[in-house]
């Protein structure tokens, strides 16, 4: 938080500022967020919805929004060190007045619940109360420098201008520079945490991790040795990163409500108000194009348009009905092995696709029961907001997990054992040492979920994990002692 020096002094020595009203914006000021672009993502998981939240004028717009996507004011991410300013205002016996261009159904929702404005004064579904019209309905209502204001962006200029005195909440530095003309400055509050880092945070780069699958068919294919090849999967890896932290960002943005009910999903950017979601906005629309532009380039073009329109229909919907949610999840991974193989010049073998598909629903339902878990430890929560799951499926999700496993285990010994190993390798005998070496790594997964140590997402559990990174060393070491004839050496 920066304020003046002199504010705290001024609040208890009943300097005449308290009998000032003091008129209080909501978005980007009280709140980190703005409350019309939150709406507007919500209304996305509800396409239906859209036409009749986009239709008429900006306050129409607003109350039809606030109808159909009504905020929770007890999850929203407040300005803490303002809030504390404000409640020592009131405590000094000052007036204060919620004054947004947010519609009156919202900012009312949201006064009822901090219990500490006197006023509210808002849109009105006829009247959108920003800037010029926010500035003549406080003048109207104060008279001219009769009252307070406490903004953060350029459509508040107009409002400080005709305020008594100011207090700039959260705002640029180019908007404190043009506020301080001429005004008398009695606060000033910061709040958000450096950009970049949130920015950083927001892409997820440690979930990039999954898209090493891309290297899978290279491998197998026994093309480590071709640039080509590399060039083309090193391509597809950073087309999948992007676009991933892209969608992960569209993600993020229309779960914000739901997010913010989550003990530890709470903290991310977007839940957290570190970033508004109009950045949010802009970085997904740029990582999408990034990642559009690099598929192009390597001819992978239309398993990345796959992977996309996948991943959003799964964040906008899918992700609610059970079973489906764990099968796109499942998909999303194969189509990552699928997108190596064709840029990388050596498709994927229907053999590597089974063993991927058993083995990658196994870890999709690890993740959805972490996540149920997780809520059945978490009181007074009988099912996660936007999932099709309840506790007491956790029993026959972690069966379904488990048969997946050993699955994935069967079809890799029938592969080891079959004439295509044969021709592939030249000692494949050595590639049955892989087989419980993969169905312990999974059964381990399944006992660290089971016993609560399990993060959000098993691939990134097992990048932190010392036993995984053994367990792929003695599986690489397998593969290449397989390749090199080292069982008729020996």
Known sequence: MLASPDTMELIRSGDARIATPLCVDLDGTLIFSDTLVEGLLSGLTHPQQLPRMLAGNRAALKRRVAEVAPVDPRTLPYNTGFLAFLKEQRAAGRYLVLATAADAQIAQAIAGHLDLFDEVIASDGQRNLKGEAKAAALVERFGEKGFAYAGNDRSDLPVWKAARSIIIVNASRSTREQARIGAEVEAEFGGRPAPLRSMIKAMRPHQWAKNVLVFVPMVTAHALG??????????????????????????????????????????????????????????????????????????????????????????????????????MLAGLYTVRVLGGGVASGHTASLWLLAFSGFLFLSLALVKRVEEMTAVARSSGNRTAARRGYFPGDIPILQTFGCASAFASAVVLALFVGSTAASAQYGSPELLWGIVPLILFWQCRLWLSTVRGHMHDDPIVYAAHDWVSWIVAGCVFALVLAADSNLAHIL
């Open 226 to 327: 071709e640039a080509a090849a590399w060039t083309g999967a090193l391509g597809m890896f950073v087309a999948f990163c992007v676009t991933a932290s892209g969608i992960y960002i569209l993600n993020d943005l229309s779960d914000l409500a739901a997010d913010r009910r989550h003990p530890r999903k709470r903290l991310r950017p977007f839940a957290s108000g570190a970033l508004s979601p109009a950045v949010g906005v802009a970085m997904a629309a740029m990582l999408l194009a990034l990642g559009i532009g690099l598929s192009a380039a390597t001819g992978t073009l239309a398993i990345i348009a796959i992977y996309a329109i996948a991943s959003v229909s799964y964040s906008v919907a899918l992700k609610e009905f059970p079973l489906v949610d764990i099968f």
